[in-house]
Nanobody
């Protein structure tokens, strides 16, 4: 059973920074893609950033230049460094891993940015 455990969320003032982590555990052969999504109240879940096993990345336009995704393949862990946070970044952030063409999700971690 694959599990994803996120950490690092919290409350921060606008302009501040947070770093999210997501560690995958269980029977894992290889993780193709890892990424972060977010869902704000009343809105659909949206992609924030993804990274492949080879290190290729893709970001939502709204976070480009402010957020950086990275991963440690040896630890099956993905990170999201969030700088220059804005109130509109407030959401529950979910980690996702694609393993053998199957999607796995974490439980989510709350990020709240105050103005």
């Amino acid at each position: 059973q694959v599990q994803l455990v996120e950490s690092g969320g919290g409350l921060v003032q606008a302009g501040g920074s947070l770093r999210l982590s997501c560690a995958a555990s269980g029977i894992i052969f290889s993780i193709n893609v890892m990424g972060w999504y977010r869902q704000a109240p009343g809105k659909q879940r949206e992609l924030v950033a993804v990274i492949t096993s080879g290190g290729a990345t893709n970001y939502a336009d709204s976070v480009k230049g402010r957020f950086t995704i990275s991963r440690d393949n040896a630890k099956n862990t993905v990170y999201l460094q969030m700088n220059s946070l804005k109130p509109e970044d407030t959401a529950v952030y979910y980690c996702k891993a694609v393993i053998v063409n199957r999607n796995y999700w974490g439980q989510g971690t709350q990020v709240t940015v105050s103005s």
